[in-house]
């Protein structure tokens, strides 16, 4: 069972890759609001992220310009707008501080409010 699981959830996790990343080579006009994906550690953190969004829009067939769509229609999908709604958040802010500080200025981590391991 626990094969089975852990399974599943890397179809998952591959899924949203690939609606990500074909979204993003397609230009399409809801990645426009993730911004730029940072260079270094913090790609991996903006790729999670941004697919975190992507599921939700695959899961409910979201195909609009706005990256989570409109209202949540029920319990769950409002649960999982919420989970998406962080990521979105997420996302925004690491591709900000990817424009606001160039690469050769280091800014402790806990000023910015990122995990340590996380360098520009």
Same mark, same amino acid.
């Given at each position: 069972?626990? %094969?089975?699981? #852990? ?6 996790? /591959?899924? @949203?890759?690939?609606? =990500?990343?074909? @979204? #993003? ?6 990645? %426009? ?7 270094? /550690? @913090?790609? @991996? &953190?903006?790729? %999670? /992220?941004?697919?975190?969004? &992507?599921?939700?829009? *695959? ?8 990256? =989570? ?12 707008? *919420?989970? &998406?709604? #962080?990521? =979105?958040?997420?996302?925004?802010? =690491? ?6 500080? *160039? &690469? ?6 806990? /000023? ?9």
């Amino acid at each position: 069972m626990h %094969q089975a699981l #852990v399974e599943r959830a890397d179809l998952i996790e /591959s899924r @949203a890759a690939a609606v =990500l990343d074909q @979204a #993003v080579l397609a230009g399409e006009p809801w990645t %426009q609001t993730l911004g730029a994906a940072p260079r270094g /550690s @913090a790609a @991996a &953190a903006w790729h %999670q /992220s941004g697919c975190t969004v &992507a599921a939700y829009r *695959d899961r409910y067939d979201i195909t609009g310009a706005k990256p =989570l769509g409109a209202a949540p229609e029920t319990t769950a999908q409002r649960l999982d707008a *919420d989970r &998406a709604f #962080v990521a =979105l958040r997420a996302v925004q802010r =690491l591709a900000e501080y990817r424009h606001a500080f *160039d &690469a050769r200025t280091r800014i402790p981590s806990e /000023s910015l409010h990122l995990p340590a391991d996380i360098r520009f």
